[in-house]
């Protein structure tokens, strides 16, 4: 088995741990932009050495796993680079503009589309970890314009992977994304902000801060080379769902201004059913 | 040695784990207005027996761990029932307001105004856990106000449970811990809203949330009782941090729908600091 990875970061670096665990005689190949990445990859056994173009041709998989601007423009080349057998997939989190831009692609076949909803908020082959995706779930979108026999091989991968399918059309995946990971982005972005902003009038208030905010913020850490083209890609949505969190948060403000604690204490006790929904999430895991 | 808490949950019932731990000889005393947790915590062995008001008058330490609305009608009648030798200590999340309700009190100097900076989005005697103080934060207030050998007694108790001491007036404190708590919780609170009231329109949205989005709305389970009165005796503040939040975030919805990329990404690797300023918090773990 012959596997290219190209981008080799959190993602296309967990992908390549789990494949060489399953298929120990796999040959990694890997491809990246940042050089020094690429050489961390090897030097960690992430992949095995560094791949070319022309290793895509006999390649049994290639993982895309760049930012999504980046995406637009790598993989119709290596669709143009693949062989009949070859199945690529990306991993980007949109998946309307790629699928768009790949649609009318002589080898659209070779393609499938997925977003596996995995991560940390670290990035770079260091972050990659074996056994990421164990009970996650991966969505994927048009299945029905991939070859059945590459269809196969793609799902049984991430089957062994540990990983739960759900299909999904694009449009509805890169609307409902927006709730569960574009907006808790933006949201940690800019509370962290506005914490940091209001620490270089007045010191030591992180010294104050405890797990909570810890774990509210935690997404601030997150690449703004990898979030910005997902912010783009999906602006409509990710306006959309912004808006309905300015407009809760003001009406919150509202409450506390009028002083109606009544209301305050049910609009607590009425998102308290968050815990049921997040068991659920744990379950899956 | 003799303890009586008021209040037995998360934070009291932690407390007297610990103190049992460091001192087996101690008696653990329980008073709860709710029956229920009360007979909880003496089946789980957080307390041994319920106490009495009769209690405060020979007993080394009283906490007082109730909800900050009850704490500013509990805690001067606590002082009103105990004797000379005692320490008086609650950790609610304001201080102001409890700091003024007993300014005036003739055993102000029994009660020492602390707040430890731990906990989880759990409530109630079975989410005690021993060790959770280890590490945190403990901010005092008004400390010259506190005798001078209950002072100390209260002092090595804290140290013992392994917390850090930081002294700050009351209303720094909560101006501070709007920032760094009372935000957060809003924050996280109206981002499960926003999901939720989209969910009852589209189905299966919370398939797709992945661990980013339970880290961002984890406090959203916090309990509504112990969280309304925060939020009335700190509104001012509160306030305040919400207006420079909602800002932030009108700021970065402006910047999407004007297409300023540039702008959105610098933004986001300028509160990527946060990474450094985190691993700050987890030393101090």
Chains 1, 2 share one sequence.
């Not at 997150?222 to 997902?230: E, N, R, V």
Request: aromatic share 6%.
């Amino acid at each position: 088995m012959k596997v290219v990875v190209i981008g080799i970061g959190l993602i296309g670096g967990s992908m390549v741990l789990d494949i060489k665990a399953l298929h120990p005689d796999a040959t990694i190949l890997g491809i990246d932009a940042n050089e020094n990445h690429l050489q961390q990859a090897i030097d960690l056994g992430v992949v095995e050495k560094a791949g070319t173009t022309e290793d895509l041709a006999d390649a049994d998989f290639v993982i895309v796993s760049v930012p999504v601007d980046i995406a637009l423009v790598v993989l119709p080349q290596v669709l143009d680079a693949v062989g009949e057998n070859t199945i690529v997939f990306e991993v980007g989190s949109t998946k309307l503009p790629i699928c768009e831009a790949v649609a009318n692609h002589p080898k659209r076949r070779n393609y499938i589309a997925t977003h596996p909803i995995a991560g940390t908020e670290f990035s770079g082959p260091s972050a990659a970890i074996k056994g990421l995706f164990q009970g996650k779930t991966n969505i994927i979108c048009e299945v029905e314009k991939t070859t059945f026999k590459l269809q196969e091989k793609a799902l049984q991968l991430f089957t062994a992977m540990g990983m739960r399918i759900r299909y999904m059309d694009p449009q509805s995946h890169d609307k409902h994304i927006a709730y569960v990971s574009h907006l808790s982005h933006i949201s940690s972005f800019m509370l962290g902000k506005t914490v940091i902003d209001k620490e270089t009038e007045e010191q030591d208030i992180f010294d104050m801060a405890g797990s909570g905010f810890e774990s509210t913020v935690r997404l601030a850490k997150s690449s703004p080379a990898m979030w910005t083209p997902i912010f783009k890609q999906n602006k409509k949505q990710v306006v959309n769902t912004l808006e309905e969190y300015i407009s809760n948060l003001s009406k919150f403000k509202t409450l506390l201004e009028n002083d109606d604690f009544d209301a305050i204490y049910h609009e607590m006790q009425s998102v308290n059913k968050i815990k049921e929904i997040l068991n659920g999430i744990n379950i899956k895991k």
